[in-house]
């Protein structure tokens, strides 16, 4: 089926840790970013890519980091986990980032 | 930095009642896209308005864009159970970059 594809659903890491999730889309979009959502809250924007090679930082980068090879995947790297850390991670795909999203199912990671 | 305030952030309603939520934005949008996310769930994509004083319809869901392109609002007609979950608007000024809101979360008593 097409659409974005978010792995793993469920993670739990201990503090320090470090750990990359996984982003792919089939529908060869160039806008790709990365947001996470705490309780209660919206989204907030980590990073986001216009298209192969470029990427630049939303609002919330520190501790992340992100690369993009390819057009499909669009992996986000914890270097040093910690607790606050402790959130859901939705990766979205866009057509040239003016039309709207399509989300994966979300990564929800737990640091302790 | 652009900012987008939603309001309310909870709604309670009883099954049939009508629902309004509003997005403002601290500055002028090129367009605003509005989501679902049902309880445990993704943001599923709804809708995109673009142009000034747009209005568009979907079923019992009806979307505007302000005259100035710096607020909407999301009215939902006579509510079911269904329709439960919290609406995001999400307003975008440079192409990749969208801010969203922190969204309303419906609840609705059948």
């Known amino acids: 089926n097409a659409g974005v594809t978010q792995t793993p659903k469920f993670q739990v890491l201990k503090t320090g840790q470090s750990m990359t999730l996984q982003c792919a889309q089939d529908?060869?979009?160039?806008?790709m970013s990365w947001y996470r959502q705490d309780p209660g809250m919206g989204l907030r924007l980590i990073h986001y890519?216009?298209?192969?090679?470029?990427?630049d930082q939303g609002e919330v980068p520190n501790g992340y980091n992100v690369s993009r090879s390819t057009t499909e995947d669009f992996p986000l790297r914890l270097l040093s986990a910690a607790p606050s850390q402790t959130s859901v991670y939705f990766c979205?795909?866009?057509?040239?980032?003016?039309?709207?999203?399509?989300f994966g199912s979300g990564t929800r990671l737990t640091v302790v | 930095g652009q900012q987008v305030m939603q309001i309310p952030q909870y709604q309670h309603v009883q099954e049939g009642e009508d629902f309004t939520t509003y997005c403002n934005s601290s500055?002028?949008?090129?367009?605003i896209q509005w989501y679902k996310q049902r309880p445990g769930g993704h943001p599923v994509f709804l809708i995109q308005?673009?142009?000034?004083?747009e209005v568009k319809k979907q079923k019992r869901l009806t979307f505007q864009f302000g005259e100035a392109k710096k607020n909407s609002s999301l009215h939902i007609t006579a509510t079911q159970t269904t329709d439960v979950g919290t609406y995001f608007c999400?307003?975008?000024?440079?192409?990749?970059?969208?801010?969203f809101g922190d969204g309303t979360t419906l609840t609705v008593k059948p």
């Open positions: 529908m060869n979009h160039e806008y």
């Open positions: 500055t002028t949008l090129s367009n």
């Open positions: 999400a307003g975008l000024t440079n192409a990749g970059k969208s801010t």
């Open positions: 890519s216009v298209g192969a090679g470029i990427t």
């Open positions: 979205a795909s866009s057509y040239e980032g003016y039309y709207g999203y399509t």
């Open positions: 308005l673009v142009k000034s004083g």
